[in-house]
């Protein structure tokens, strides 16, 4: 395929499908044309040698393509360095008139002059490798997330740009810290190193400047001597006058050669780590400026762990920050006023200014000049933060972003910065403290913020003797709190500050949703009750993807607006799900069936509501409604007055636990279903225990439940003789006249179906770990043991004795094939249909085995052609019955096309009789082409930055096309059965 780089460029982009794409974003005169892709790639589009085109999936880049007529190893070292300083595109692809290579742009620059180490794929540009191209390279594999199922392990976040600059800059204040530097001295030194990098790299900081200040032309020679460092900090401090890191004059005076030159090492490239040189790969004109903001995680976590941690310091990455603002600013104009009252390191303000910033070009038309952005900074843009250093931090932020945005040449006299600290971004602080300063500055004495929005600490204050302000202000409010979380009381005092019409949007813990005790009811029903939510974006799911900096604690970002909800009032749930590329890149699309509508009533009522829609659908809501009506554990324990607690605890303060020792002792590894082998448990061997326990609960038979989830279900046993047991396990005493409800309750809880329940509303399970609260086992309904006929009974107690056996004699086998029997009288005392016994089936498949295996899960591998039958199937014997009554019935065609990323169903309507409802399997020519066609209609922004993959119905001359993403989950008969539903339920409401 002789030709052009560009020209070859053009074909291989139609050759993968990207050239029909409106994803596919040409980066040449963006500007003019979409703020938020504008602001995306600002720093980008003005370097030489930039890519031309990316390919966005959900708003973010995947790949960028680059023509190189001349592909020297220069060349394509020096790009691969260009895009690894954005952080944000994990591809490139670059093509020359003879190849196209592959780029991992997470690896690290090694060698200026060097591109193999980063070298994914090479492909010549012949017929039969573009056939490898097309093979290995289509559009939908990363529409779908498919491609990151085999992608190459070196492809992870660990050498992305965020986490390398992280790194280097510990290193550097730690070895300085060793050199006998305060915490303060080295950051503010490390601070103003890379600020001053930032200038040079953007060339607002002439040579001509460096040798006024200090007589020298390179910044790496000025820090080989203390001398010139502080005559360049000097003229810093003269030319800017902002709140920069301050160094006072004694620890500067105290600064010696041996600092400087560490400093001076580490903007050579030096490895702080590894003690050895090597390439300096940053490039402050690309790198984002609100990735500098993160150094103050890294720096917090250095000065004091515990104290970072006991403060829930945790910063906001710009991805994420990004989708949380846009979402939260759709509607506002240029003029907004923005507050973040627990400001951190301003991640939010930085990218609040930089969106405000080309909102203004965009209303007026031109570029807003230097004094117009430096009074949007500091009339609009607004923080409060309780840490000197991280309000410093937000200040240096936004100056970068001011000069950023500014682009008017090189720094001089003329060049002052704006003051920031306790101007316009207030510390130290407590956002509780009305007394302070910052409450009489307009914008918060009149309430005229058009936005707050934040990321507040998400541990609890400390064990103090007075309560802290922020809990002083709820209590005087009687405004609920949980757990002494901050976080909480940030919710309510940010009402104080928000215009009537404003929207508050704030990051904080998923426990917000799902905790079960009274305090945190009352915080999550007066939020629904008192106040408009209008979104929730739930990342439980995606803690330990890379979204945050060492923080794996489950988050929720809530927008809401001060006003009471109307009676009708519903909210948007937002529900993104674990997967390859997640786990990859920390990026993330949504799937259509993740996102929900959901009644606010509803969820005041229901507290399960919310777990139930993140994993479930409406259908599982229903079948929950109706299980529910059943009494719950609790109740039957309290009613037959059996003893019932947790085990004992080896911590704490000791109690005695004589009279036990010598007795089997349980712990998790003999744990098993259905039945213990008591002879072969440990004997008990201590005389003290630090839990308080009654002896009775080890006294008589015991239904045993661990309190952790065992490959995706409860773990219960029943036992005539009793044992003693820890606290990781529940029990309950049966009297000796209801053994046989006991061994009901045993093979109840070890049923499939009530795994499902359970995870379905768990506080804990399926949020952030597989362990089971008391609460989840007390509330699981059961059926009463008299309501069952005879022969249900009968059934029951024959069975649960076979798989009790088994399991005491370690028959594995035995013992499953003894649970599959059992599984079908439960399903029946429940009264369940067949339709709600595959609606657990497919919804253990679609949840439950897909939170406990992830890649292996079932839910995600590619559906075959028996699945398609089913689901066709499944979907006619909803849609026929009502047909039937008008002499009609549907037929359906299956085009299955193996390997192909999306998956159609063809259904067409005929007369009764002339189609017989057959399911036929059909080779379709030209399949694959129209489903690469189609897949362009896949996504629908949801917010920016934010996108879901969507799945279609596509109507044509009386015929009905269904087309999906081939992972097995969209394809269950379960899905069928829904899908039927909601086409009929559309054509009943068309009905004139």
């Keep these: ?427 130290p602080v407590d956002a509780f403290d009305q007394e302070a300063p910052f409450n009489k500055a307009a914008p918060f004495a009149r309430r005229q913020f058009d936005l707050i929005i934040s990321n507040p600490p998400w541990t609890s204050w400390s064990e103090a003797k007075q309560p802290e302000l922020g809990e002083r202000y709820c209590q005087e409010r009687d405004l609920p709190i949980a757990d002494r979380q901050p976080y909480q009381a940030f919710l309510w005092r940010a009402e104080d500050f928000v215009r009537e019409g404003g929207r508050i949007a704030m990051l904080v813990k998923a426990g917000l949703l799902f905790q079960r005790r009274r305090d945190a009811v009352r915080v999550r029903r007066r939020l629904l009750k008192d106040l408009t939510v209008e979104t929730v974006l739930n990342l439980m799911d995606l803690r330990h993807a890379p979204l945050f900096h060492a923080v794996t604690a489950p988050a929720v970002a809530v927008f809401w607006r001060p006003k009471a909800p109307d009676d009708e009032a519903t909210l948007t749930y937002v529900c993104p799900k674990w997967s390859h590329a997640a786990r990859r890149t920390g990026r993330f699309v949504v799937d259509a069936q993740d996102v929900a509508s959901l009644r606010t009533s509803d969820l005041v009522e229901n507290e399960w509501l919310w777990k139930t829609a993140f994993w479930g659908t409406p259908a599982d809501k229903a079948l929950m409604d109706k299980v529910r009506g059943y009494p719950p554990l609790g109740d039957l324990v309290a009613s037959r007055r059996w003893v019932s607690g947790i085990g004992f605890q080896q911590r704490g303060e000791a109690r005695p636990g004589r009279g036990l020792v010598g007795c089997p002792c349980l712990d998790t590894k003999h744990a098993t279903r259905y039945g213990l082998r008591v002879e072969g448990l440990p004997p008990v061997t201590r005389q003290a225990w630090h839990r308080k326990i009654s002896r009775q609960l080890f006294a008589g038979a015991q239904i045993i439940v661990r309190r952790a989830a065992v490959a995706g279900r409860l773990c219960a046993a029943f036992t005539r003789k009793p044992v003693v047991f820890n606290k990781q396990f529940w029990g309950a005493v049966v009297s000796p006249a209801d053994c046989d409800v006991g061994r009901y309750i045993s093979a109840v809880l070890n049923s499939d179906l009530v795994a499902y329940l359970v995870f379905m509303s768990a506080a804990s399970w399926g949020v952030e770990r597989s362990e089971l609260i008391v609460d989840d086992i007390l509330s699981v309904p059961i059926p009463r043991w008299e309501s069952l006929t005879e022969g249900c009974r009968r059934r029951v107690l024959d069975l649960e004795r076979e798989a009790r056996r088994a399991a005491e004699n370690s028959h594995e086998r035995c013992v499953h094939d003894a649970h599959r029997r059992l599984e079908r009288v439960i399903f029946a005392a429940y009264g369940l249909t067949a339709e709600e016994r595959q609606l657990v089936s497919d919804g253990l498949m679609a949840s439950v085995d897909f939170f406990e295996r992830r890649q292996g899960a079932e839910a995600l591998k590619p559906v075959n052609e028996a699945w398609l039958v089913a689901y066709a199937e499944a979907l006619l014997s909803v849609m026929n019955p009502y047909l039937q009554a008008i002499g009609a019935e549907v037929r359906a065609v299956i085009h299955y096309v193996p390997s192909a990323p999306l998956q159609v169903v063809q259904f067409t309507q005929a007369r009764l009789g002339t189609s017989g409802s057959v399911v036929v399997v059909e080779e379709a020519p030209g399949i694959r082409d129209a489903l690469q066609a189609l897949s362009d209609e896949l996504q629908t922004q949801v917010a920016k930055h934010l996108a879901t993959r969507r799945n279609l119905r596509v109507y044509e001359n009386g015929t009905l096309y269904v087309i999906k993403h081939a992972e097995r989950r969209n394809w269950t008969r379960s899905a069928g059965r829904m899908d039927g539903d909601d086409i009929v339920r559309e054509h009943l409401e068309a009905l004139p």
Excluded at 141 to 157: E, L, M, V, Y
Excluded at 275 to 283: I, S, T, V
Excluded at 360 to 378: D, H, I, N, Q, V
């Design 1 to 427: 395929m002789p030709g052009s780089a560009q020209t070859n460029c053009r074909r291989v982009l139609e050759e993968t499908g990207f050239a029909s794409s409106p994803n596919l974003v040409q980066l040449a005169g963006l500007r003019g044309q979409s703020i938020d892709r504008a602001v995306r790639y600002a720093s980008l589009i003005a370097q030489e040698g930039a890519p031309e085109s990316v390919y966005e999936v959900g708003g973010m880049p995947v790949i960028y393509f680059k023509s190189l007529e001349a592909a020297s190893p220069e060349a394509l070292a020096k790009l691969h360095k260009l895009i690894w300083n954005r952080g944000d595109a994990p591809l490139a692809m670059v093509v020359t008139p003879t190849q196209v290579r592959l780029y991992n742009c997470y690896s690290r620059p090694v060698d200026d002059a060097d591109d193999t180490p980063h070298l994914l794929d090479e492909l010549r540009l012949t017929e039969g490798e573009l056939r490898k191209l097309r093979r290995r390279y289509q559009r939908e594999a990363f529409d779908t997330g498919s491609f990151w199922r085999t992608a190459d392990p070196s492809i992870n976040a660990a050498q992305r740009v965020d986490r390398q600059l992280l790194g280097d800059i510990g290193a550097t204040a730690e070895a300085l810290r060793g050199e006998g530097l305060s915490s303060d001295t080295a950051h503010a030194l490390v601070g103003r190193a890379i600020f001053l990098a930032y200038l040079r790299d953007r060339q607002m900081l002439a040579v001509s400047c460096l040798q006024r200040a200090c007589g020298a032309s390179e910044l790496e020679a000025v820090f080989s001597s203390a001398r010139a460092t502080r005559r360049l900090f000097r003229w810093m401090d003269r030319t800017f006058k902002a709140d920069l890191f301050p160094l006072p004059r004694p620890a500067a005076q105290a600064l010696q050669d041996r600092h400087t030159r560490l400093v001076g090492l580490f903007l050579q490239g030096f490895d702080m780590r590894a003690g050895q040189g090597r390439l300096w790969p940053y490039d402050f004109r690309t790198i984002p400026t609100a990735l500098v903001s993160n150094i103050y995680e890294m720096f917090a976590q250095e000065a004091d762990e515990k104290a970072a941690h006991a403060k829930g310091i945790h910063c906001t990455p710009p991805f994420l920050a990004n989708i949380v603002l846009s979402r939260a600013m759709e509607g506002v104009n240029s003029r907004a006023r923005v507050l973040d009252p627990a400001c951190g390191s301003g991640v939010f303000l930085v990218e609040a200014f930089r969106h405000l910033a080309h909102l203004r070009a965009s209303e007026t038309g031109r570029w807003p000049s230097r004094r117009e952005l430096s009074k949007m900074l500091t009339s609009q843009i607004y923080g409060l933060e309780i840490s000197q250093e991280a309000a410093r931090i937000t200040a240096f932020s936004l100056y970068l972003a001011l000069l950023e945005l500014a682009e008017d040449g090189p720094v001089g006299r003329d060049r002052q910065l704006p003051r920031l600290l306790n101007r316009s971004v207030f510390s």
